[in-house]
């Protein structure tokens, strides 16, 4: 079982930054994919981002590409995975999720087998 810890949530304007981060701790927490879902108000668990256990290969839904950053710090049997959000746009707003144990797909929030609390971020027009 993977354990995931999500920070780095808050206010902020259209057009700024956030950092989130995630850490995961458990037995196989630095040799699992990792991956970012976020959930609106009244919508579905979507994909945002997802990346190998190496870093080698990250993977983006089409309306963060270009503006988000997914990466990680793996050491022993933890790691790190960080979303680095940039010009952010009210539509951004959700809470934001982190994701281990992935199985399929990795699109949809049914693949994935562990979660975070989730954290809140909300961006004002």
């Known amino acids: 079982q993977v354990k995931l810890v999500e920070s780095g949530g808050g206010l902020v304007q259209a057009g700024g930054s956030l950092r989130l981060s995630c850490a995961a701790s458990?037995?196989?927490?630095?040799?699992?994919?990792m991956g970012w879902f976020r959930q609106a108000p009244g919508k579905e668990r979507e994909f945002v981002a997802s990346i190998t256990w190496s870093g080698g290969s990250t993977f983006y839904a089409d309306s963060v590409k270009g503006r988000f950053t997914i990466s990680r710090d793996n050491a022993n049997e933890k790691s790190m995975v960080y979303l680095q959000m940039n010009s952010l746009k009210p539509e951004d707003t959700a809470v934001y999720y982190c994701a281990a144990d992935p199985d399929g797909s990795w699109l949809l929030a049914d693949d994935w087998g562990s979660w975070g609390q989730g954290t809140q971020v909300t961006v004002s027009s």
């Open positions: 458990g037995r196989t927490a630095s040799r699992d994919p």
